[in-house]
């Protein structure tokens, strides 16, 4: 049974039990339809990372027709906007990435069905867009005031080779940010409060040329060489707990003329990820070290013509641990179980809360929907079969609504929590 600090808890009522914040809640509520035409608007507005600028435009133009008049594309290409608070000091961020992994021409419409939206993006992670927009039209209606100024942000490039690079963009042209509130999860029992440290390489393992007969014997082979490596990291032990993992992904070498050769190149990517620094740092030790055990056997093998090996960093994606017990796990915690949801925390995580996570600033990642307990509420993000169901939906708007105010403080009401 998880259970928050009586102080926290304290500050936690004092926030339920104010009109003006049951006035949101219940705002928020009335307010699905207009956040799901809000959701299916910008879906349509197609964002593969790093060509996010049309999506960015149009949710900073809603930002500001809703007040957020400051609202503007900033660092790294992101939309940023303030709601000022009381208080000059550090800020909250709240934020969900406007990037999507599918390339222009993917999204066809938005069908909805049966209380169901589908198109590809729909809820990884347009959703959080459409949420922002819903909160902070529930603080206005409510004439909530944080104490904390608040930071709404549509961030770029989260996904895939994006990297993280919106959000780290975002952290590095500012030093102002306290607090971060990611929303990337698909289920809001999910709250993710760790970052997995996750780096891939390709590793270019460089020969000659050579017929595979006629050659035989005058050169070390870059395949034969790529595979030593790769069995070599096949066999590599990882302990359950904490979760390590690793696989090598691509394999490339020769060509459709070459099968009677010997292949000049063999490039193999590995991607390993860890949720302990010590196990990544040995598990990155062994492969790097099986790659140069692999094209030193292989040379001591034939001795001649030797092979080198270049490695080439291909996205590295920092983490760290918190305590299951800070403040905005506390929080996500005490307005779960207000909401009749059952919460988990979530082990690891490539989420935007990675970045601030590994600078030392607090950061969870809550979820954008609504998953019945006991379903794993797939909702086959990254696949054009991307749906979104809207029941109860509206419960993943309250609960970010209620951990910001946590973390943000209100005005009259309570102090931030810390
Ligand atoms: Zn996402």
Same mark, same amino acid.
């Not at 990435?97 to 909805?112: A, R």
């Not at 950061?363 to 998953?371: I, W």
């Given at each position: 049974m998880?259970?928050?600090?009586?102080?926290?808890r +304290?500050?936690f009522n004092?926030?339920?039990?104010?009109e003006?914040?049951?006035?949101?809640?219940?705002?928020?509520?009335?307010?699905?339809?207009?956040?799901k035409?809000?959701?299916?608007?910008?879906?349509?507005?197609?964002?593969?990372?790093w060509?996010?600028?049309?999506?960015?435009?149009?949710?900073?133009?809603?930002?500001?027709?809703?007040?957020?008049?400051d /609202?503007?594309?900033?660092?790294?290409?992101?939309?940023?906007?303030?709601?000022?608070?009381?208080?000059?000091?550090?800020?909250?961020?709240?934020?969900?990435?406007?990037?999507?992994?599918f390339?222009?021409?993917?999204?066809?419409?938005?069908?909805?069905?049966?209380?169901?939206l589908?198109?590809p993006?729909?809820?990884?992670?347009?959703?959080?867009?459409?949420?922002l927009?819903?909160?902070n039209?529930?603080?206005? /209606?409510?004439g909530?005031?944080t104490?904390?100024?608040?930071?709404?942000?549509?961030?770029?490039?989260?996904?895939?080779?994006?990297?993280?690079?919106g959000i780290?963009d975002?952290?590095?042209s500012r030093?102002?940010?306290?607090a971060?509130?990611?929303?990337?999860?698909?289920n809001?029992?999910?709250?993710?409060y760790?970052?997995?440290?996750?780096?891939?390489?390709?590793?270019?393992?460089?020969?000659?040329?050579g017929?595979?007969y006629?050659?035989f014997?005058?050169?070390? %082979?870059?395949?034969?060489?790529?595979a030593?490596a790769?069995?070599?990291?096949a066999?590599?032990?990882?302990?359950?707990?904490?979760k390590?993992?690793?696989?090598?992904?691509?394999?490339?070498a020769g060509t459709?003329?070459?099968?009677?050769?010997?292949?000049?190149?063999?490039?193999?990517?590995?991607n390993?990820?860890?949720?302990?620094?010590?196990?990544f740092?040995?598990?990155?030790?062994?492969?790097?070290n099986?790659?140069?055990?692999?094209?030193? +056997?292989? %040379?001591?093998?034939w001795?001649k013509e &030797?092979?080198t090996?270049?490695?080439?960093?291909?996205?590295?994606?920092?983490?760290?641990?918190?305590? &299951?017990?800070?403040?905005?796990?506390?929080?996500?915690?005490?307005?779960?179980?207000?909401?009749?949801?059952?919460?988990?925390l979530?082990?690891?995580?490539?989420?935007?809360? %990675?970045?601030?996570?590994s600078?030392?600033? &607090?950061?969870?990642?809550?979820?954008r929907?609504?998953v019945?307990e006991?379903?794993?509420?797939?909702?086959?993000?990254?696949?054009?079969?991307?749906?979104?169901?809207?029941? %109860?939906?509206?419960?993943?708007?309250?609960?970010?609504?209620l951990?910001?105010?946590?973390?943000?403080?209100?005005?009259?009401?309570?102090?931030?929590?810390?």
């Amino acid at each position: 049974m998880y259970e928050a600090k009586p102080e926290r808890r +304290e500050l936690f009522n004092k926030l339920l039990a104010d009109e003006k914040v049951q006035k949101a809640l219940k705002f928020i509520e009335d307010d699905q339809e207009r956040t799901k035409e809000e959701l299916k608007k910008l879906v349509v507005i197609e964002a593969p990372s790093w060509e996010e600028e049309n999506r960015a435009k149009a949710f900073a133009q809603m930002m500001i027709e809703q007040g957020l008049t400051d /609202a503007h594309i900033g660092a790294g290409g992101d939309v940023i906007s303030v709601r000022k608070g009381t208080t000059d000091g550090p800020k909250v961020l709240i934020e969900g990435h406007m990037d999507t992994v599918f390339p222009f021409g993917t999204v066809k419409g938005v069908e909805e069905k049966d209380g169901i939206l589908y198109a590809p993006g729909i809820g990884d992670d347009t959703r959080a867009l459409a949420m922002l927009l819903c909160i902070n039209r529930a603080l206005s /209606a409510a004439g909530i005031t944080t104490v904390k100024d608040v930071l709404f942000v549509g961030t770029t490039r989260e996904e895939g080779l994006g990297g993280l690079g919106g959000i780290y963009d975002l952290h590095e042209s500012r030093k102002d940010i306290g607090a971060q509130i990611s929303l990337d999860n698909h289920n809001m029992a999910a709250i993710t409060y760790e970052g997995t440290i996750g780096e891939t390489y390709e590793f270019k393992i460089i020969g000659k040329a050579g017929h595979s007969y006629g050659a035989f014997g005058t050169m070390a %082979n870059t395949v034969h060489a790529g595979a030593r490596a790769v069995a070599k990291i096949a066999d590599y032990q990882v302990p359950d707990d904490p979760k390590t993992t690793f696989c090598a992904s691509n394999f490339h070498a020769g060509t459709a003329s070459g099968v009677h050769a010997f292949a000049p190149e063999a490039s193999v990517i590995v991607n390993f990820r860890s949720n302990s620094d010590e196990e990544f740092a040995k598990m990155k030790t062994f492969i790097f070290n099986a790659f140069e055990e692999a094209v030193r +056997e292989e %040379n001591e093998r034939w001795n001649k013509e &030797p092979l080198t090996l270049e490695v080439k960093p291909i996205s590295i994606t920092p983490g760290g641990k918190q305590d &299951p017990h800070c403040a905005l796990v506390e929080a996500s915690q005490m307005a779960l179980e207000e909401l009749g949801v059952k919460g988990f925390l979530s082990q690891g995580g490539s989420t935007n809360a %990675n970045i601030a996570i590994s600078r030392g600033i &607090p950061a969870v990642c809550l979820g954008r929907g609504f998953v019945p307990e006991g379903q794993s509420g797939n909702i086959r993000n990254h696949s054009v079969d991307e749906f979104f169901p809207l029941y %109860n939906a509206h419960k993943a708007v309250q609960h970010a609504l209620l951990v910001l105010l946590m973390a943000a403080g209100v005005d009259g009401l309570i102090d931030p929590i810390e």
